[in-house]
T-cell receptor, first 113, second 111 residues
């Protein structure tokens, strides 16, 4: 009965590959997010998304794209992986949008070789 | 732009109190948050405080908010080795679309 789940937990891949990370929430929340945590543990927003609006952090390369098949899922697709993409990626969700408490998934550790 | 600052390290002995401090720039966030990250684990929502409150107590945790100075602190009473983790302070950005995190304070508890 995990609230926010992500798969896979670990992902090791070669440069240039395309990969996806899946996120599911069973909280009935309307808004989902992707955050990136780098090797120094700094956390930065990548995307926030509800069924009306996708907000993209302008520093995120367009090789990254969120895809939402339904309200409970927000997957992260990454094209042409680079070494600098190695990080831990966290999915989160909140009830509404502005100002609501966010609940995080366990993270996906991506290693690009 | 919005910014959240924290000291990076804190070392305490088991049984002592720990105080983790945070300063922030944007005062429009309705709530301010503390998240805990244990080694190799995800982000756990630890506690949060409504921006109109000065203090919130939750068992061993006390959150103090000084809105005038834009200063937030987390006090952990009777700190245990299991409290060793990284603690992140966070607030919403002005648009209310994403959390802005501090760089995290690594709390090390020695027995």
């Amino acid at each position: 009965d995990t609230a926010v789940s992500q798969t896979p937990k670990y992902l090791v891949t070669q440069m240039g590959n395309d990969k996806s990370i899946k996120c599911e929430q069973n909280l009935g929340h309307d808004t989902m997010y992707w955050y990136k945590q780098d090797s120094k543990k700094f956390l930065k927003i990548m995307f926030s998304y509800n069924n009306k609006e996708l907000i993209i952090n302008e520093t995120v390369p367009n090789r990254f794209s969120p895809k939402s098949p339904d309200k409970a899922h927000l997957n992260l697709h990454i094209n042409s992986l680079e070494l600098g993409d190695s990080a831990v990626y966290f999915c989160a969700s909140s009830q509404g949008g502005a100002g609501d408490t966010q609940y995080f998934g366990p993270g996906t550790r991506l290693t690009v070789l | 732009g919005e910014d959240v600052e924290q000291s990076l390290f804190l070392s305490v002995r088991e049984g002592d109190s720990s105080v983790i401090n945070c300063t922030y720039t944007d005062s429009s966030s309705t709530y301010l948050y503390w998240y805990k990250q244990e080694p190799g684990a995800g982000l756990q929502l630890l506690t949060y405080i409504f921006s109109n409150m000065d203090m919130k107590q939750d068992q061993r945790l006390t959150v103090l908010l000084n809105k005038k100075d834009k200063h937030l602190s987390l006090r952990i009473a009777d700190t245990q080795t299991g409290d060793s983790a990284i603690y992140f302070c966070a607030e919403y950005n002005q648009a209310g679309t994403a959390l802005i995190f501090g760089k995290g304070t690594t709390l090390s508890v020695s027995s």
